[in-house]
């Protein structure tokens, strides 16, 4: 399949070298049949593939795993636009025997293939197959002993070839073995020299901190002496400070006590002015009711007087129309009149007391702006006087 693939595979010329690989051709498979993305996929994460011809003949081998390998190149010659760019127009994939290869292909199906890809050394592979088996002249019908003899230098070769081969791979990787280990052998010296060089600046530094710390060892012990001799200092002035201090103490004590007792009886005191705050508080509410009551009943004989007023109109009327209880009426307008003059003399008594109420209410206020700066005994007296 490999041949018939590399029949008439166009030239493709790059910077370096001719490129000349069947891998091209399918990688557009990928594109055309949309299942053959893994194949694809699993072929580019193999290890060890350096060409695109490893690759392809991987691709090959999964293909035939899969059972699919008739499928994905019936689409790729159904394109022949898209292969016209790979392949010469006598290329064997243009020509109507690539659809009967791609027929023929579909009896591999039934048979399971499991072939090993990745230990397998793809790149390097020869891809040259021996028909001689299978063509066969007249003559070497009859002569089976030289069949034989010619079977017998057949195995011989390959196995010559294979043997060389698995040499070539085992020289290569050994190969790679001493140019690794010469790389991490040199790798190793540099490291080993700038260790080295590392050693001998520590040694250094080493030196110098020791002849440092004993600098400071030595400044540490003078600057302890001399600290210790601040201390026993301090501790003399500290003794002599003490009892200063001590003294100090009870004296602040003792004046906290004066200051405790004094602010007690303070506290005391204000809750004295506080309560008679209430008191002077409900004796103005019961000032304040009386002023309402008082202007209640002022209200009460106005209404009265008027009454008597319209009483006094009313008979005045009676008094024109009739002539023969002149005097009666008269009478009875004269002891109006007096009570007229008593409901006046009333209003002018309650107008005169509403005015004694409201200048007592003033004097008590006075009195209340007073008592905050007055004695204790002066504020008691001045409650009994508001109560009374």
Not at 204 to 233: A, F, Y
Not at 300 to 324: H, T
């Amino acid at each position: 399949m490999e041949h018939c693939l590399k029949h008439g595979l166009k030239v493709r010329k790059s910077f370096l070298s001719y490129n000349k690989t069947i891998w091209g051709p399918l990688e557009l498979v990928e594109k055309l049949y949309p299942e053959a993305e893994e194949i694809g996929a699993s072929v580019r994460d193999l290890p060890g593939l350096k060409t695109p011809l490893g690759r392809a003949r991987a691709w090959l081998r999964l293909a035939l795993m899969q059972k699919k390998m008739a499928d994905y190149l019936r689409c790729l010659i159904i394109q022949r636009d898209l292969l016209s760019e790979f392949y010469e127009y006598h290329a064997l994939m243009m020509e109507e025997e690539g659809a009967v290869i791609v027929g023929l292909l579909v009896g591999l199906n039934v048979i399971d293939a499991n072939l090993c890809v990745k230990g397998e050394d793809l790149d390097s592979q020869v891809g040259v197959i021996d028909f001689s088996m299978y063509l066969k002249n007249e003559e070497d019908i009859g002569n089976k002993e030289r069949n034989v003899q010619i079977a017998a230098i057949l195995d011989q070769k390959n196995y010559v070839e294979e043997l060389n081969r698995q040499l070539n791979s085992t020289v290569s990787s050994l190969h790679s073995r001493v140019d690794s280990l010469e790389k991490s052998n040199t790798k190793l010296i540099e490291e080993l020299a700038i260790a080295k060089n590392n050693i001998i600046k520590l040694q250094e530094e080493n030196h110098q901190l020791r002849s440092e710390n004993k600098l400071i060892l030595m400044k540490t012990q003078q600057h302890l002496e001399v600290t210790k001799v601040d201390v026993e200092t301090e501790l003399q002035t500290y003794k002599h400070s003490r009892q200063g201090l001590d003294e100090m103490y009870n004296e602040a004590r003792r004046q906290l006590r004066d200051e405790s007792q004094l602010r007690q009886d303070v506290e005391n005191e204000l809750a004295v002015q506080v309560s008679m705050k209430h008191e002077i508080e409900l004796a103005m509410k019961l000032l304040e009711k009386d002023i309402h009551e008082k202007q209640d009943t002022l209200i009460g004989l106005r209404q009265q007087l008027e009454e008597v007023k319209a009483i006094n109109i009313e008979m005045y009327q009676k008094l024109q129309g009739s002539e023969d209880g002149l005097k009666e009426k008269n009478e009875i307008i004269a002891r109006l009149e007096e009570k007229t003059n008593k409901i006046t003399a009333a209003m002018r008594q309650l107008e005169q007391s509403d005015n004694d109420l409201l200048t007592q209410t003033r004097t008590i206020a006075m009195s209340l702006v007073k008592c905050a700066s007055s004695d204790t005994q002066d504020q008691y007296k001045l409650v009994k006087d508001i109560s009374f």
